[in-house]
């Protein structure tokens, strides 16, 4: 009789094998910086939650009315970290990875994480401006005053930013494919 304490069969008493999606996501934090990493979980976040009854877009998105006429001002920093449809999830994960990571790497996370708040904010003031110029031509014409209706900036807007900043400092010879 083996007193030895063993309970396992075959004598196999090595460690178990390292689980798959904890090496994936270690893997992620360790190569990825950090606000391109809070870019994309942002994101994530934001299409997750858009599965339930809280809608990030109607909390989060720029949109005119609840920006101008509610003085939600947040909203002009917050609209480009929504992401509600898994379309726009893995395009702007496959196209800002790689631009997030070279930019974050090359300005510093500090100067990095300013760059975004500028485009961002650039980006939804202008919208906001052309939204009220558009609204203020037509409403009187069409006699609504629905400011509501219209497609909101989100996370595309972000993402086309970076490319197109990547693609201005660019080389002229260099070609810069989407993906």
């Not at 396992?8 to 008493?13: A, E, L």
Request: proline share 7%; charged share 10%.
């Amino acid at each position: 009789m083996d007193n030895s304490g063993s309970s396992t069969s075959g004598g196999n008493s090595g460690p178990p094998p390292p689980n798959p999606v904890l090496s994936a996501y270690e893997n992620f934090v360790q190569t990825t910086p950090f606000v391109t990493r809070f870019v994309l979980s942002a994101w994530a976040v934001t299409y997750l939650t858009s599965w339930t009854l809280i809608s990030p877009s109607m909390i989060l998105s720029c949109i005119p009315y609840y920006t101008i006429y509610r003085l939600q001002v947040y909203r002009i920093v917050t609209s480009p970290l929504v992401s509600t449809s898994i379309i726009s999830l893995v395009f702007c994960y496959v196209g800002f990875i790689d631009c997030g990571k070279k930019l974050e790497h090359g300005l510093g996370s500090a100067a990095f994480g300013l760059l975004l708040l500028i485009l961002t904010v650039l980006t939804n003031v202008s919208y906001l401006a052309i939204s009220l110029l558009l609204f203020g031509s037509a409403a009187p014409s069409t006699g609504t005053t629905d400011t509501t209706a219209g497609m909101e900036p989100d996370a595309w807007m972000l993402l086309l930013s970076v490319i197109a900043l990547q693609c201005s400092s660019a080389p002229p010879d260099d070609v810069r494919y989407i993906f």
